[in-house]
């Protein structure tokens, strides 16, 4: 067997092993794979969108905008084929399973792309056996599929800048638009691509302009009859989701504590768009008032404080397989360090050929901090993150052999 092969084999093996320990999660703990939260809205949207054809989230009767409609889709999509009982839910979980053994295939592909092969296969290892990233195939949330479309944009974002052609451009649409009616957030992707494009890759702006229109064109192409369906639902343009008022509100309590004392009782609206417009205005309300009280502190809370809540915490809420909660939190800390010190010396190189996912992880940290910041909405950047802690690893190794030959 040559090096390449092996080099592959490798890999592959990676993945099936990480695959198996999945599906091994799935029989063992079956239905008991949910938090209890967000979880259960999305299995009741779903399951009303097959009986009824509506789609809601949170009211049964009441058409929901409070998220987007891909992952809403997907699960109605396995439940009419295998069903909306037991079958049904361990089917979407094994999907999910193969989806994030698809997902650690292209973070091996992004890493290989920006640095080399061994630094692919060192992060397709590290995604492969972080324990979220096993545990969350098992519950019906937006991530393990979100993650997977953020690193096929990705990876298709840096293949097509090197040969750019106009139904490149025209698919980079499809998947924007795609991740978007799954997770909003991604929603200013393209900002970040065309900096890349005009940084790294040296496009001029007139050939950015045409292919910007292109990818523009498609995606409202895509997303334009989930606008249309709001706008008859409730006369407005809405263009992605109305959702944001609660988390924005959340987010205004520092350390999100709410007590009597500082908690604001609002009136809610005739249905969940209406008590989302209150909300927005109640938390900017509360953020006039924070800054002006207590500026720096406020600040802080904005900036510093939740940084910490979105990179050091670890989205592994309940316990599977007897493993400690602390034992997944010092490896997650392990990549979320070495993967930013990585970032630290890559400064020091030349960080051009590197920003695009550097960007689109600055800009998820930002965004959540504007809102509410903790570990599962940080959950799709470990893949990402994992690439920079996995050439930082290599680099030390290769400094310390080199220490040891002379």
């Given at each position: 067997?040559?090096?390449k092969n092996k080099h592959y084999f490798t890999l592959m093996l990676i993945i099936f092993i990480s695959l198996i320990i999945k599906i091994v999660l799935i029989i063992k703990y079956q239905n008991s794979l949910t938090l209890s939260s967000d979880d259960l809205n999305y299995v009741k949207s779903a399951?009303?969108?097959?009986?009824?054809?509506?789609?809601?989230?949170?009211?049964?009767?009441?058409?929901?905008?409070?998220?987007?409609?891909?992952?809403?889709?997907?699960?109605?999509?396995?439940?009419?084929?295998?069903?909306?009982?037991?079958?049904?839910?361990?089917?979407?979980?094994?999907?999910?399973?193969?989806?994030?053994?698809?997902?650690?295939?292209?973070?091996?592909?992004?890493?290989?792309?920006?640095?080399?092969?061994?630094?692919?296969?060192?992060?397709?290892?590290?995604?492969?056996?972080?324990?979220?990233?096993?545990?969350?195939?098992?519950?019906?949330?937006?991530?393990?599929?979100?993650?997977?479309?953020?690193?096929?944009?990705?990876?298709?974002?840096?293949?097509?800048?090197?040969?750019?052609?106009?139904?490149?451009?025209?698919?980079?649409?499809?998947?924007?638009?795609?991740?978007?009616?799954?997770?909003?957030?991604?929603?200013?992707?393209?900002?970040?691509?065309?900096?890349?494009?005009?940084?790294?890759?040296?496009?001029?702006?007139?050939?950015?302009?045409?292919?910007?229109?292109?990818?523009?064109?498609?995606?409202?192409?895509?997303?334009?009859?989930?606008?249309?369906?709001?706008?008859?639902?409730?006369?407005?343009?809405?263009?992605?989701?109305?959702?944001?008022?609660?988390?924005?509100?959340?987010?205004?309590?520092?350390?999100?504590?709410?007590?009597?004392?500082?908690?604001?009782?609002?009136?809610?609206?005739?249905?969940?768009?209406?008590?989302?417009?209150?909300?927005?205005?109640?938390?900017?309300?509360?953020?006039?008032?924070?800054?002006?009280?207590?500026?720096?502190?406020?600040?802080?809370?904005?900036?510093?404080?939740?940084?910490?809540?979105?990179?050091?915490?670890?989205?592994?809420?309940?316990?599977?397989?007897?493993?400690?909660?602390?034992?997944?939190?010092?490896?997650?800390?392990?990549?979320?360090?070495?993967?930013?010190?990585?970032?630290?010396?890559?400064?020091?190189?030349?960080?051009?050929?590197?920003?695009?996912?550097?960007?689109?992880?600055?800009?998820?940290?930002?965004?959540?901090?504007?809102?509410?910041?903790?570990?599962?909405?940080?959950?799709?950047?470990?893949?990402?993150?994992?690439?920079?802690?996995?050439?930082?690893?290599?680099?030390?190794?290769?400094?310390?052999?080199?220490?040891?030959?002379?």
């Amino acid at each position: 067997m040559t090096q390449k092969n092996k080099h592959y084999f490798t890999l592959m093996l990676i993945i099936f092993i990480s695959l198996i320990i999945k599906i091994v999660l799935i029989i063992k703990y079956q239905n008991s794979l949910t938090l209890s939260s967000d979880d259960l809205n999305y299995v009741k949207s779903a399951t009303v969108l097959v009986k009824r054809g509506i789609y809601i989230f949170h009211n049964l009767n009441e058409p929901t905008v409070f998220v987007t409609p891909v992952y809403p889709f997907f699960l109605a999509l396995v439940f009419k084929f295998f069903g909306m009982g037991f079958t049904g839910f361990q089917a979407v979980r094994i999907i999910q399973a193969i989806m994030s053994s698809v997902t650690i295939l292209l973070i091996y592909l992004i890493a290989e792309r920006l640095f080399n092969k061994n630094v692919g296969l060192l992060t397709a290892f590290l995604v492969a056996f972080y324990i979220p990233n096993i545990i969350t195939v098992g519950y019906m949330l937006t991530e393990t599929l979100f993650t997977m479309l953020l690193c096929l944009l990705i990876y298709f974002s840096l293949l097509f800048s090197k040969k750019p052609r106009k139904a490149h451009f025209g698919l980079l649409g499809v998947l924007w638009a795609v991740a978007t009616l799954c997770r909003p957030t991604i929603a200013l992707y393209p900002v970040f691509l065309f900096i890349y494009l005009f940084w790294y890759e040296r496009f001029k702006i007139i050939d950015m302009i045409k292919l910007g229109a292109i990818m523009f064109v498609v995606f409202v192409a895509v997303v334009s009859p989930w606008w249309i369906r709001n706008y008859r639902e409730y006369g407005e343009f809405i263009p992605l989701a109305a959702s944001s008022g609660n988390p924005m509100l959340q987010g205004t309590y520092v350390d999100y504590e709410q007590t009597p004392e500082n908690i604001v009782y609002y009136k809610l609206g005739r249905n969940a768009f209406e008590t989302n417009k209150t909300e927005v205005e109640v938390a900017k309300m509360r953020i006039k008032e924070g800054f002006g009280n207590n500026f720096w502190g406020y600040l802080k809370w904005y900036t510093i404080d939740k940084t910490n809540l979105f990179w050091r915490t670890v989205f592994y809420w309940k316990r599977f397989f007897n493993i400690p909660h602390s034992i997944v939190l010092y490896s997650h800390l392990f990549i979320v360090y070495a993967g930013f010190m990585g970032i630290i010396v890559l400064l020091f190189k030349g960080i051009g050929k590197y920003s695009l996912p550097i960007m689109i992880m600055l800009y998820f940290n930002a965004t959540h901090c504007v809102y509410m910041a903790f570990d599962r909405y940080a959950f799709p950047m470990i893949p990402l993150l994992s690439i920079f802690a996995s050439f930082l690893i290599l680099k030390v190794l290769s400094l310390v052999r080199q220490k040891i030959r002379f």
